[in-house]
Structure formats: structure tokens, C-alpha cells
């Protein structure tokens, strides 16, 4: 029998979140889930209404125990989400191509979340707080520079939170997985690595200079180190 590699404090899998195809990747822990989300600008949210099946990317941001998303209060997203619909949530970080000697094995390094469940809504006098937090997610300090939302800013946005108590990831790290027989094939095999890396602020205006958040700019890409080993 196939076992998982996670934690003995990780919540149990449900029937939804259990993961059946190579479940030797498969964790369940909240520390794992967390630095997958942390590292995400961008979840796809899959709903279905009266149309059919949809799946839309959103910016999203995690705060404690919740995933956030926010938007227009004309989104057709929002609404449905905000009424208590059931949904799926998915964040993924591709870390490399996993090149191996035969086509079939062929695979990717990846890390991926999956959460089940229904969002809520942020209370009105939640709002600023919560949408603060969010900046700060894109910018350390960046809440504390720009105009923060108006009245009628605020009235027009929607912003949802799902708690992070039915999900799960999967992760895949290392190099190829080529059968015994195909080893003596003089074709390369290894992982060509991939990470999403900084580049130069474009500027727009600095009035009153440069801040240290855009001079320092980067981004922590996360990719585990036997993500890129061969």
C-alpha cells in the first residue's frame, strides 16, 4: 500500500481532498498548504451556475486560517461565490520540466493546492484592514504609500474568504523516472528548472523618490532545491 508523506498533524483527507493518483505526494498539512498559497499572486476559482461549469482566475492572498479574493460586486463570480455555493480553488507553481529518456516519462516539478469548501463575506468594517493586508502581500509597506479605498471604493468591492480546512497539495520534486531498460539510452535526461524571477521596475512616477520595497524589488520563486537536481 502506497503511503502519503504527510505529518501526523496534518487534518485528514476527505472524500474530496483525498488524492488517489500517486498519493506518495500528497500532503496535508497546514505549514505545506501555507507557503504554497503564500507564494501564489493567482488562484483559479471552478464554480458552476444556471450556464455551466466555469473556471476564472482571481488574485487572492492568504491571511491565518482563510484564503481572501476580491473583486467588483458585478462579478458574476463574486455573487455566486458570495451566496454560499459550493466551489474548488486551485493554486499551482510550476518548478521545472522533468526530461526523461522516453516520452511516456516525461513529466513536470510542480507544486499544487486544492481547496474545497464555501466562501463568505468580509464584513463592511473588515474591509480596509483586509484589502491593507493584501497590498502589503504585493508590496511590504506599499499600504502605508498609496491612497487607501474611498467610501464608494469600498461600497463597490466585494471581498470573500474560504476557510483552509478541506484541502489538499500535491508536489512533485527530483529528476527523471526512466524504466530500467531505457538507463543505457544516449539521450540527455534532467530537469530544466523554472522559477518566476524579478525584473526591473518599470517607473510610472517617483515624486518623492524612489521607496526601498521597489529599490529592493524581488520575488522568492520557492523552488525546492531537489526541484532542480537531476
Known amino acids: 500500500m502506497t503511503t502519503t508523506t504527510t505529518p501526523a498533524t496534518a487534518t485528514p483527507p476527505t472524500d474530496r481532498t483525498r488524492v488517489n493518483r500517486v498519493a506518495r505526494r500528497s500532503h496535508y498539512d497546514a505549514a505545506t498548504l501555507h507557503?504554497?498559497?503564500d507564494a501564489a499572486y493567482v488562484c483559479h476559482m471552478a464554480f458552476a451556475d444556471e450556464h455551466g461549469v466555469?473556471?476564472?482566475?482571481?488574485?487572492?492572498?492568504?491571511e491565518g486560517d482563510h484564503l481572501y479574493v476580491h473583486g467588483s460586486n458585478g462579478s458574476r463570480m463574486?455573487?455566486?461565490?458570495?451566496?454560499?455555493?459550493?466551489?474548488?480553488v486551485t493554486v499551482t507553481h510550476i518548478d521545472g520540466l522533468v526530461l526523461a529518456r522516453s516520452a511516456f516519462n516525461h513529466s513536470m516539478n510542480y507544486r499544487s493546492a486544492v481547496i474545497y469548501g464555501a466562501f463568505e463575506v468580509v464584513p463592511d468594517e473588515q474591509k480596509p484592514a483586509v484589502l491593507?493586508?493584501?497590498?502589503?502581500?504585493?508590496?511590504?509597506g506599499r499600504?502605508?504609500?498609496?491612497?487607501?479605498?474611498?467610501?464608494?471604493?469600498?461600497?463597490?468591492?466585494?471581498v470573500l474568504r474560504i476557510p483552509l480546512d478541506e484541502a489538499a497539495c500535491k508536489i512533485r520534486t527530483?529528476?527523471?523516472?526512466?524504466?530500467a531498460e531505457d538507463l543505457a539510452l544516449p539521450v540527455w535526461a534532467g530537469v530544466?528548472?523554472?522559477?518566476?524571477?524579478?525584473?526591473?521596475p518599470v517607473v510610472d512616477a517617483a515624486p518623492a523618490g524612489t521607496p526601498d520595497y521597489v529599490r529592493e524589488w524581488k520575488v522568492t520563486a520557492r523552488v525546492p532545491a531537489e526541484a532542480v537536481t537531476p
Open 35 to 37: 507557503a504554497i498559497l
Open 174 to 179: 527530483g529528476g527523471p523516472k526512466d524504466d
Open 143 to 158: 499600504s502605508k504609500e498609496a491612497r487607501p479605498g474611498n467610501t464608494k471604493e469600498l461600497a463597490a468591492t466585494t
Open 78 to 88: 463574486l455573487k455566486l461565490a458570495a451566496s454560499g455555493a459550493q466551489v474548488c
Open 192 to 200: 530544466l528548472p523554472m522559477a518566476l524571477l524579478p525584473l526591473p
Open 54 to 62: 466555469h473556471c476564472i482566475p482571481t488574485a487572492c492572498w492568504r
Open 132 to 140: 491593507d493586508t493584501f497590498m502589503e502581500t504585493l508590496a511590504p
